[in-house]
């Protein structure tokens, strides 16, 4: 194998993947996809209000349907109490976790799952939904985050009180928690300031999106054991909820993780798992559950909406000197909203002197929030990086020199504590400012725009571009940062007698990590990424893994395979010597291939010593579990193009490039891919996406089509730019890479939209209609 | 319940009969009376592209045809594209370009990329997209797709 610039010969380059065939054949097995002798179809009565009290349930005219098996409610589910639990995907409220899968006795929020029905066909167990009477007592609602936070807002939990600092302060309000986060003087620091920067943000509540609704197959055998199929980005996770939730111990669950159409962090807590486990020991047959796409978009996911309010200050060199956010997170029906995370990384790109921050997680009417791609980090970025470009207007400073200027480097402390190891923001702003997209022209002249155009050699929307040349057009950065995760992680891999390597690994593949994997496996071994077949273990088959999260897999899996192969190399090493009959000390492990120090004649390769393994003492098989601590932190500058049809106000994308530190990219294809995805959903959420609640507390475009994530139609091709800062604690300097770009592109977007047409955009999505409204003031004015 | 219907008609190039309820799409019938399924429930209204066949030529959401339309018709699933000579030139580039991630779209999008290159087999981008707009990906972006349907149809797909 030759070995390639980098100094690696696996590692950088582009396999195919080995699950590849599969999914482009049809063949690939998703949870929905399960199917079994005596299979039943389970389907989920949803609250139609979104706060009442549920007074009564009467089933008796549905179970008595032909066809309907069994009919079961929180009543079937062991009341946990009111206790927190940490299980794997942080703490959780398992009373709230509980209610959220079958509601006790009052629901907060409309399709909040209320009974759930066993039935021959999915057919007759909606029709059996039907026949289901619930007799509610209706109270009022909220769901917009600061009318929930007023004295007088309806309460969704009577015993809920607000915690602050840590402390119960023994007010009853919707309000969660408030926490805050201080550093330096903030006072001293605005007195320090030749400009300041003050304004309010608003977000929308939006969803994960994922393609594949969430399901669930689960038979509850004779014995008392529970297997459970479902997509999921942890199967430990679901066992550890599940065990909770039917007060039984873990080892009489076990759950196999399907292929999964897709998570970002909407795919971690339970919903129908322990529902279909109980509708199976009910009727002794296995139940399988899916969710209609009206059900993901009311009961599951999203992420928060929130309130923003941002103040900074820089002194007349361009130097920060202070900045202080109030940040308010709609947690939904439970607490429990990204608030810390979105508190930790506002002004996380920045060395800032005095800062202040506070963060107020609070419940609305709506479904419980769940984690979606650097969950928090969306909302408070499109806050301060818009603030940060009018620092950069009112300085007259180029904005990424501006950032160069005051970014966060190793050794910079956050205000939430921590202090930066080695990270690549600077590097990423360096690079941005080279790329030939920032270099480009960036307005002028009709003839200007249209080399533009040919230069840029993707596709703006032809029809706008070309039936309004003179439109107006902007350019806009923004920076951002997210956290890695370290977390827990297990693999093991045997030697196969023709040389390959057979990996299981406990992380479920969203995007293709299991290549990822075992491209770090290979490389440690010394053999072909197609050399090794990795595969994703169900719970009894691999050590305990963690879930597919915090941009963690292929750094901490990935270590895992790479200490599995360290494992295996250790045991190739004590058999060559055993058939050389010299000592282990006197065998060297070297490109693949085994060398005895003492006699140079005496070499086997990879596979030809796992040819003999059979007959000298059995395969090999290489284990490693582990927690690894040297995470790096996440970061990527984003450049967008855009035009503003002053007609309509929609804003299309011209041209988008996304300048990330990778660490090291594995995979490069599979890194980049990561990058324009989460580019793009930004630009939905920045664009388009948002729930929008009628007066009856409902969602009014429960629909792909009415919600409107971005089509292939409304983008031009994504240049993802790769820079890598090696983290200095993986073995080979991997960082995650999976959540950051989600995080720039609405301040990027917005900065493009000021540029564009000097209208600052205070709220998302900045829809046509909200940008219309905006340009239409400005006309007035 | 209704009296099943039995239909004759001809998925991936093989005549096939089946018993389906009048209210079945022809998705369900895919995914649970043949036992097909490659092809994919994101939205069950039209809405995401995932449930793509082509039907007599033409590309539907099979989500929206009811199974006994299908009588006497011909049906390519995603199960159809793939020779036993081996791929699809869309399904090679889907893997080469790493046009996927999670892949629950993918059999849509390489069934969606089928039909435009049977009508077209030189698209343009701006054709490509215009064509696959009715295909959700939430993973990719859609660029890298873009990419291998491009240049799938440049080895002459």
Known sequence: MTTLANGFKVIGTRPIRHDGVDKVTGRAIYGADMQMAGLLHGRILRSPIPHGIIKSIDVSKALALPGVEAIVTSAELTDPGNRIAELGEGAVNLKDLSSNCLARGKVHYKGQAVAAVAAVSPNIAEEALKLIVVDYQTLPHVTDVRAAMRDDAPLLHDDQVTESLGQPTGKHSNIAKHIQFKKGDIDEGFKQAAVVVEREFHTATVHQGYIEPHNATALWNADGTVTIWCSTQGAFSVRAQVAELLAMPVSRIKVVPTEIGGGFGGKIRVYLEPVAAALSKKTGKPVKITMNRADVFEATGPTPGSYIKVKMGADKDGKLVAAQAYLAYEAGAFPGSPIGPGAMCIFACYDIPNVHIDGYDVVVNKPATSAYRAPGATNAAFASETIVDELCEKLKIDPLDFRIKNGAREGTRRADGPIFPLVGLVETLEVAKRHSHFLSERQGDKETRRQGDEKMGSSPCLLVSLSHPLLPRGRGVASGFWFNCGLKSSASASVNSDGTVSLVEGSTDIGGSRTGIAMQLAEALGIRADEVRPVVGDTDAVGYCDVTGGSRVTFATGWAAYEAAQDIKRQMITRAAFIWSVTSEEVAYENGSLRCLVDDTKRLTFKELAEKLHATGGTIVGRASVDPQGVGGAFATHIVDVEVDSDTGKVTILRYTAVQDVGKAIHPSYVEGQIQGGAVQGIGWALNEEYFYNDQGTMANASFLDYRMPTSLDLPMIEAVLVEVANPGHPYGVRGVGEVPIVPPPAAIANAIYNAIGIRMEELPMSPGRVMAKLLAKKRA | ?157
Not at chain 2, 77 to 98: M, N, R, V, Y
């Open chain 2, 1 to 157: 319940m209704p009296k099943k219907i039995h239909v004759e008609t001809t998925i991936n190039g093989k005549p096939m009969e089946f018993l389906c309820e009048p209210r079945q799409s022809l998705l369900e019938v895919l995914r649970d009376e043949a036992r097909l399924t490659g092809s994919k429930e994101g939205c069950n209204n039209g809405n995401c592209g995932a449930c793509n066949v082509i039907l007599d030529g033409r590309l539907v959401n099979s989500c929206l045809v009811l199974g006994p339309e299908v009588q006497g018709k011909t049906v390519t699933t995603i199960e159809g594209i793939a020779s036993a000579q081996g791929l699809h030139p869309l399904q090679q580039k889907f893997l080469e370009h790493a046009a996927l991630q999670c892949g629950i779209c993918t059999p849509g999008f390489i069934v969606a990329a089928k039909a435009l290159l049977e009508k077209n087999p030189k698209p343009s981008e701006e054709q490509v997209r215009h064509w696959l707009a009715g295909n959700l990906c939430r993973c990719t972006g859609y660029d890298k797709i873009i990419r291998a349907v491009l240049d799938a149809a440049s080895v002459g797909a």
